[in-house]
């Protein structure tokens, strides 16, 4: 749960399929709080506070970024108490919620200015100042060489070793760039850690993209979901291994995963539990990751009369699963599959499947590996009932 207007994170009772967590057999379900990165808003009220005594005069501007349209709440209540402490500064709304959803920021946000286009960014680094007292566990950067080079140089420099690289894809280039940013940086401390976390996929992988990523310091291989006629590309995963080890790379032995969707409309459990455990053998362990659709994307326009049923945007976020009455799968069955990757992830080969008894996702995963429709390699696993 996000915190509320007055910066405290409620406690709500929610009904049974709007959940994250069973609470015994009853109509109702828990959520665990979620808590939100950065100040809470009381804090961010004292801040502005602080910085308006401190400094005198008013700011003619202030700019708010934004990061997904369905979690705006946050966004709106940073605006009002920004207008409640700064007055007459014009404030400026950009990042993806204006650009997304332009008239749905207009109308809730009180903010002068809507950028509802992109803003070039390009060869500009981060300003880490900008942090003040709370400075970032790591930091985030994106494949162009320059800019990220100084962006490293700048985070080592603030005691900040590990690297995260957010990319649409990182083997742009047959590894190029990335192959530059890593030469350029592995030496400026020697516990300096790289996470690729996003944007690797698995048929990019060659030869030389494999020799770039075999570099020591990367600690950690997350590959997206590779899909080939609607069903996993699993001779992609099995080159992109046969690169890596080519090249130096230990699997098992590197953090090494792969992402599975779930959520996309149309799906059934069936299919997710079969690309979870194609994903587990072919690289050891998998992360779900939830889907949601990008407002104007090609999802919301095939399923437009579908969405415009979805009356609050915030339902729109990935974790709720607003595709989930598109499907047929309940949100119940849903939370299962990360109780059982959680299981899986933990307990790969020659282990029991005594879990999750009575559940959907237990008769599913049970009675596939016992006919082992989607055996891809020797089976090792069993099952006790």
């Given at each position: ?8 994170v409620?406690?709500?009772?929610l ?7 069973i609470?015994?057999?009853?109509d109702?379900a828990?959520?665990y709080?979620?808590?939100r990165f950065g100040r809470?808003y009381?804090?961010?009220t004292?801040?502005?506070v602080?910085q308006?005594?401190q400094?005198?005069?008013l ?11 369905y ?6 209540h940073?605006c ?6 700064l007055g ?6 950009l990042?993806n919620?204006p650009?997304?959803?332009?008239d749905?920021?207009?109308s ?6 809507i950028v509802a286009s992109p803003?070039?960014v390009?060869?500009h680094?981060s300003?880490?100042?900008l ?6 566990p790591?930091?985030?950067?994106t494949l ?5 080079i100084?962006e490293i140089?700048?985070?080592v420099?603030?005691?900040i070793t590990?690297?995260?690289?957010f990319?649409?894809?990182v083997?742009?280039?047959?590894g ?5 940013i890593l030469r350029?940086?592995d030496?400026l401390?020697r516990h300096i ?10 048929a ?5 993209v ?9 600690e950690e291989?997350?590959?997206e979901?590779?899909?080939a006629d ?13 690169n ?5 790379v230990?699997?098992?032995g ?5 992402f599975v ?13 079969q690309?979870?455990?194609q994903?587990l053998r ?6 779900l990751?939830p889907f949601t659709p990008?407002?104007g994307?090609p ?5 437009a009369?579908y ?16 595709f989930a009455?598109?499907n ?7 939370n299962?599959l990360?109780r059982l990757?959680a299981?899986?992830?933990?307990k790969v ?6 879990f999750?008894k009575?559940t959907?996702g237990?008769?599913?995963i049970?009675?596939?590996?016992r006919r ?5 390699e020797p ?7």
């Open positions: 749960m996000k915190p509320d207007a007055d910066g405290k409620p406690h709500q009772r009904a049974a399929d709007r959940q994250s967590r609470v015994g057999n009853g109702y828990e959520r709080p979620i808590w809470e009381d804090a961010l004292n801040w502005l602080e308006r005594s400094r005198g005069a700011p003619s501007q202030v700019w708010i970024t934004t990061l997904c349209s979690w705006y709440q946050g966004v709106v940073v009002n108490r920004v207008r409640q402490q007459d500064a014009r404030l400026v709304l990042g919620y650009q997304l959803l332009p749905h920021a207009a809730r946000c009180d903010s002068d200015i803003v070039d390009a060869g680094s300003d880490f100042d942090y003040a007292d709370g400075r970032p790591f930091a985030a950067v162009e060489p320059d800019v990220a100084a140089k700048a985070a420099e603030e005691g590990s690297v995260a690289f990319s649409d894809d083997c742009v280039d047959d190029g760039p990335l192959g530059e350029k940086t030496h401390h850690k790289y996470h690729l976390i996003c944007g690797l996929h698995p990019k992988v060659s030869r030389g494999a020799d770039v990523l075999s570099n020591p310091h990367i291989l997350h590959f979901e590779a899909d609607s069903a996993l590309d699993v001779e992609a995963y099995r080159r992109a291994i046969a890596l080890q080519a090249a130096g230990r699997i098992p590197r953090d090494l995963s792969g969707w779930i959520g996309r409309p149309n799906e059934d459990l069936d299919g997710i539990i690309r979870m455990i994903v072919l690289l050891g362990s998998f992360i990751k990008t407002p994307g999802e919301c326009k095939q399923y009369e969405l415009a049923r979805i009356e609050r945007h915030e339902d729109w976020s990935p974790h709720l699963f607003p009455e598109l047929g799968i309940t949100r119940t069955d849903y299962d990360y990757a299981f899986l992830n933990d080969r020659g282990q029991s499947f005594d999750l009575g959907l237990m008769r599913f049970t009675e596939s590996i082992e429709v989607w055996n891809i089976n090792s696993l069993r099952v006790v009932d």
